[in-house]
């Protein structure tokens, strides 16, 4: 099993959409996780940190449940922008490397 | 402030040669990572330097890939006998270090892309 397993997608959703992924970890030692929007051919950027309580940013929220060892995030209102594919990333407690997960490619279609 | 950089953006090469990545930090980060990125995939940990010494290595698959980062800013990511498999985007990251509280949330540069032929 993946340490960070998500689904590739693609998710092909209308402008104004609401969608969420998923991203799955393995290890219950993670102790940090974070949301990255990647675009095609360039770098990682960071999109968000997840807190255990929960957290938002405008129209992204990310959500933690270490029951079920799975963070997500929801993007409301999709906008053409929107369009990446969304990585998720995981660090453990006393490790500083951080593991990702494939990515979620999201399409927001006019 | 600047971001991340990294130099080459491309670099072609031929099986067996020797090619060196250069990864300029975010100013004031002690804390600088490299990553490897195939198609399809996400980033790939290699190392993780903390200062000048490589606190965790065990990314790195196996002996022809070595990084140094001797005064502790700008880093440099060594590949020897190179080999078609080592193809992809190499990335570098930064960020302020253990113990400045929150996540030590990472920043990425633009990467290298490495093609072996």
């Known amino acids: 099993r993946k340490e960070v397993e998500q689904d590739p997608g693609p998710f092909n959703v209308p402008e104004g959409a609401t969608v969420a992924f998923n991203c799955t970890y393995s290890?219950?030692?993670?102790?940090?996780f974070f949301w990255y929007r990647q675009d095609c051919r360039k770098e990682p950027k960071l999109l968000m940190s997840v807190y255990s309580s929960g957290n938002e940013d405008g129209r992204f929220t990310a959500q933690l449940n270490r029951a079920s060892q799975y963070i997500s995030l929801l993007i409301r209102d999709s906008k053409l922008s929107d369009s990446a594919t969304y990585l998720c990333?995981?660090?453990?407690?006393?490790?500083?490397?951080?593991?990702f997960g494939t990515g979620t490619k999201l399409q927001v279609i006019p | 402030g600047a971001g991340v950089s990294q130099t080459p953006s491309n670099k072609v090469t031929e099986k067996g040669k020797y090619v060196e990545l250069r990864c300029d930090p975010i100013?004031?980060?002690?804390?600088l990572y490299w990553y490897r990125q195939s198609l399809g995939q996400g980033p790939e940990f290699l190392i993780y330097f903390q200062g000048t010494g490589a606190a965790d290595d065990s990314g790195l698959p196996n002996d022809r890939f070595f990084a140094v980062r001797p005064e502790g800013s700008v880093s440099t990511l060594k590949i020897q006998r190179t080999e078609r498999g080592d193809s992809a985007v190499y990335l570098c990251a930064s960020s302020q270090g253990v113990g400045t509280g929150g996540h030590n949330e990472q920043f990425f540069g633009p990467g290298t892309r490495l093609t072996v032929l």
């Open positions: 990333a995981v660090k453990s407690r006393g490790y500083q490397k951080v593991t």
């Open positions: 290890n219950s030692a993670s102790q940090s």
């Open positions: 100013s004031g980060h002690t804390a």
